[in-house]
């Protein structure tokens, strides 16, 4: 519904806007609210400022005049009526049907009175509310007004974008006053004659002036109303006060081309944040941000480069988290972006509480060991231990009863496989790493012997012993030693601590670190800080260690010494490591040991051991347990397939993980790929019931998930960590509600017919197979590097709508996409809004609603009043009082006593002070 002749003209007195206009039909909508805001127009009644408010009925009367009406007889009676509400009606006034029993139409002079019978009564309406006066506003600041109508009943208010107006306030600068002052003295000497006669419309304070002041008006009125226009040229630039209408002007001088179809406030926005999308021009959040203004549809935007085939570009499997919630499992959450090709990672919980995660990583051509630590709610950054040119993989890692963090992992040299050991100590907060040895003087130290030292993450440093440093160097004293260790370790700090030699980084926080290579030095042994794994002529890799309940190490790993890759242990009792053993003795491959220490007192399964075997269909997993803890006993249970594999299917089992929760119930977790992509599975070994439980998978999607480790922290929570290929997704900086998808890591992936949901994945947006390159440019050619594919899903089925919307699209996309780059449009499937329930849709049909079923017990209850007390303290937690000089002892909220004094305290509840 339009209104006719819209007007809004600013007052020649200043800081007041006139409106105008006509209603056409007031008896359809009398009501009209007027609604005031800068910047933009209102978008609803209650969307600003309220000016004016007003309706068209006059009076209601009964229906007993419906038959003159319907005669078009003008009768005494009615006329009785309207001079009843103090309407006089004229001779010459007349009376038209315009709807015979429904409307009807008084015409009086140049007044219309419109009658409609609406229910049981005759409703009188007038012309209404046609003007309005908006006073008090700021100079040279545009005004924007809507005109709501509504119906008698306020059911519905109309909006049309037509029934808008708006017009520049000015400001009073009081111009014909200055031209008075600037008149000769005799033109005021002789302008004192007042009017006799105040006439309508004169201002008190005109009918104190004299006739050429009040002359001078005229054009002084005007000239202020041109002043004020030249004032507002100042903010012409100013994106949030200058005139609406004047937008597409400021968008042109950029080149940024005006949405008519956007309110004001998102037109400002758009030409305001133009430069940024002109500088962002070549990502895909700006890409995606511009069609959406474009299309309203939600739209995903997504490189194709990712799905061309690379011959030399495997999976890179980035390290991901997921936590066991009461039944199920959290989604996934990334840890790091720090990727390998394959290998676990490992873990254990430190005795400070602190989560530790080993891996090794791919950076540049090179792999080393890294390690991340998880305190108070957060990961630090991965931290390298190993700086050689070696290649560096397959870590573990445990806690001795000494304090002291022992790494082992995989190196390759001179073309083999080697076990290399460190010894680590990392610093929190606000304390250094420091080692303890474990031995005291003398010390037996040969001459040359070396002790080899990484300091906060640097490169491998060197102390050297020498015989002339020493009175005896075979029976060296702990002051001789630390004297050395000064000279050729400046970056660190030696000191006696009893009996001990203490090693302490000189600085401070997670980022102090204190790391003994024991394979490279000499000395590490002679001075107590432990022992390097001996190494052999064949290959040996993939270590796993744990403690046991004497505070020996047991290691396993993976060995050819014998030709065949099998499992083998050895232990080390704090001075030494014994004589290996082998534990596997099949003829074909067996890998990836992993082992758990299970319960001293159990008398059958005190050591648990799990690899995976390579058999001729395939990997499984395998497990063998000892009864005993004493390396020398050579007595072990029979091996055991962990999940046999059933007849007639095919599939493989691999990468073992194990964990003993605080149950005693041994947790193992593997990769598997028995639903045609590799997922995590895992069951547990219940103590009580001796038995296995069912297994399930604890990972789900067609994205690559392998290497799994298990962290249990303090409060048991049991979290599970893996390497994975699934993409990554960024909030974007400059456009924080667009996400975008880093496909990088999927690598070069070929159809695999057994993975189904993969294949089913093809040509959607989570597609990360590889294809051949697309050499041609139809819309059908995608798999290219240049090609971005825009999703769009739009609301309609119009074809002809979705046509348009992409040629819209592409006509302007162009101007902001980089020369080399291509776009193809893939639609999906419509998406419909529908009503669940319809309470604030009452046109819905049908209507939905919910039907309340309330069900009570006919056991009679008591509320016995609240019973629970409960008060806890925070660590550092402290009340905050208030305090004067006159009052310095009052520390309550007393509100019956002057002056009232308040407490200012956190948002915490029921603690006590001082934690």
Do not use: C
């Amino acid at each position: 519904m339009r209104l006719e002749n819209i007007t809004a003209a600013p007052h020649p007195q200043g800081n007041r806007i006139d409106l105008r206009w006509n209603n056409p039909t007031p008896a359809e909508y009398p009501g009209i609210r007027v609604v005031r805001r800068e910047s933009t127009y209102p978008m609803s009644p209650d969307d600003g400022v309220l000016v004016a408010e007003g309706s068209a009925l006059l009076f209601s009367m009964d229906l007993s005049l419906q038959n003159d009406l319907d005669s078009g007889t003008l009768s005494t009676a009615l006329r009785q009526k309207f001079l009843g509400n103090q309407i006089v009606l004229s001779n010459d006034a007349a009376l038209a049907v315009d709807v015979p029993g429904s409307k009807w139409r008084i015409s009086d002079s140049e007044i219309i009175y419109y009658l409609k019978k609406e229910g049981l009564v005759l409703n009188v309406y007038g012309e209404g509310l046609t003007s309005a006066v908006d006073e008090n506003l700021k100079g040279e600041l545009v005004y924007y007004y809507t005109l709501f109508l509504y119906n008698n009943g306020f059911s519905e208010f109309i909006f049309d974008n037509h029934n808008r107006v708006s017009a520049l306030a000015t400001s009073p600068y009081n111009l014909a006053a200055e031209m008075h002052k600037l008149l000769p003295g005799i033109y005021h000497r002789y302008d004192t004659i007042l009017p006799k006669t105040i006439p309508d419309g004169m201002s008190e304070n005109d009918s104190q002036e004299g006739q050429l002041r009040r002359l001078l008006d005229l054009p002084g009125g005007e000239l202020d109303l041109i002043y004020s226009f030249a004032r507002t040229m100042l903010d012409l630039h100013n994106l949030e006060k200058v005139d609406g209408r004047l937008l597409p002007l400021l968008g042109k001088w950029i080149g940024w081309p005006i949405n008519f179809s956007l309110e004001l406030s998102a037109q400002r926005n758009e030409v305001k944040q133009a430069p940024e999308i002109y500088k962002t021009v070549g990502i895909l959040a700006n890409l995606r941000a511009f069609v959406n203004r474009l299309t309203n549809w939600d739209s995903q935007i997504k490189e194709f480069v990712h799905n061309v085939f690379v011959a030399n570009d495997p999976e890179r499997l980035t390290l991901w988290l997921q936590k066991l919630v009461n039944v199920g499992w959290s989604d996934a959450e990334l840890v790091s972006v720090d990727f390998a090709y394959e290998g676990a990672p490992a873990s254990f919980v430190d005795a400070h509480g602190r989560l530790w995660l080993i891996y090794h990583a791919q950076r540049g051509d090179k792999s080393d060991i890294y390690y991340k630590i998880y305190d108070q709610g957060s990961w630090s950054p991965g931290y390298r231990i190993t700086l050689s040119d070696s290649i560096d993989k397959y870590p573990t890692g445990l806690q001795t009863d000494d304090g002291h963090i022992w790494l082992f992992w995989s190196s390759y040299e001179n073309e083999t496989w080697n076990i290399k050991t460190r010894v680590l100590s990392v610093g929190r907060d606000l304390g250094s790493a420091n080692l303890i040895n474990n031995s005291s003087e003398p010390y037996q130290l040969t001459d040359g012997s070396t002790l080899v030292v990484s300091i906060d993450g640097g490169k491998l440093a060197t102390a050297q012993f020498w015989d002339a440093d020493f009175i005896d160097i075979n029976n060296a004293t702990t002051a001789e030693v630390i004297a050395v260790l000064e000279r050729d370790l400046p970056d660190l700090t030696a000191s006696a601590t009893g009996n001990n030699i203490q090693l302490t980084s000189n600085t401070i926080g997670e980022g102090s670190s204190l790391l003994i290579d024991l394979n490279a030095s000499t000395s590490a042994a002679s001075l107590g800080f432990g022992t390097g794994f001996p190494n052999v002529t064949q290959s040996e890799m993939e270590p796993n260690a744990f403690l046991d309940s004497d505070g020996k190490i047991w290691l396993f790993w993976s060995s050819r010494r014998e030709g065949k890759w099998q499992i083998w242990y050895n232990v080390f009792d704090g001075a030494s490591w014994d004589t290996a053993k082998r534990l596997t003795t099949d003829a074909i491959a067996d890998r990836q040991p992993v082992s758990v220490f299970f319960d001293a007192a159990e008398p059958n399964r005190k050591i648990w051991v799990f690899w995976s075997r390579k058999g001729p269909d395939g990997w499984n997993i395998y497990y063998q347990t000892k009864p005993s803890t004493d390396f020398n006993d050579t007595t072990w249970n029979p091996e055991i397939e962990l999940s046999p594999i059933p007849s007639g299917q095919k599939y493989e089992n691999k990468d073992p993980a194990v964990k003993l929760d605080q149950q005693g119930n041994i947790l193992v977790f593997w990769s598997s790929n028995r639903t045609g992509n590799w997922n995590i599975w895992y069951k547990d070994f219940d103590k009580g019931l001796d038995d296995w439980t069912a297994e399930v998978a604890a990972t789900t999607d067609h994205f690559t998930k392998k290497g799994p480790t298990i962290l249990q922290n303090a409060d048991g929570e049991t979290w599970l960590l893996y390497r994975s290929n699934k993409s990554l997704s960024y909030n974007s900086g400059i456009y924080p509600s667009t996400i975008s998808y880093d496909d990088r890591y999927s690598g070069s992936i070929v159809i695999d017919d057994f993975n189904r949901d993969r294949i089913g994945s093809h040509a959607k947006l989570d597609d990360i197979l590889a294809y051949s390159y697309d050499t041609g440019k139809e819309i059908t050619d995608w798999y290219a590097r240049d090609t971005v594919g825009i999703f769009l899903t739009p609301d309609t089925e119009d074809q002809k709508l979705i046509t348009r919307n992409q040629e819209v699209v592409k006509g302007i996309l162009n101007r902001f996409l980089p020369i080399q780059l291509r776009v193809v449009f893939v639609i999906n499937p419509v998406v419909y809004k529908e009503n669940i329930y319809t309470y604030e849709d009452a046109s819905a049909d049908p209507q939905r609603f919910i039907e309340e079923v309330f069900l009570d017990s006919t056991i009679p209850e008591t509320y016995k009043g609240l019973s629970d007390q409960f008060e806890d303290d925070m660590v550092e937690w402290l009340a905050m009082y208030s305090w004067s000089a006159q009052f310095p002892n009052h520390h309550t909220v007393d509100f019956t006593t002057i002056p009232i004094l308040t407490t200012f305290r956190s948002w915490h509840t029921d603690l006590v002070e001082g934690g």
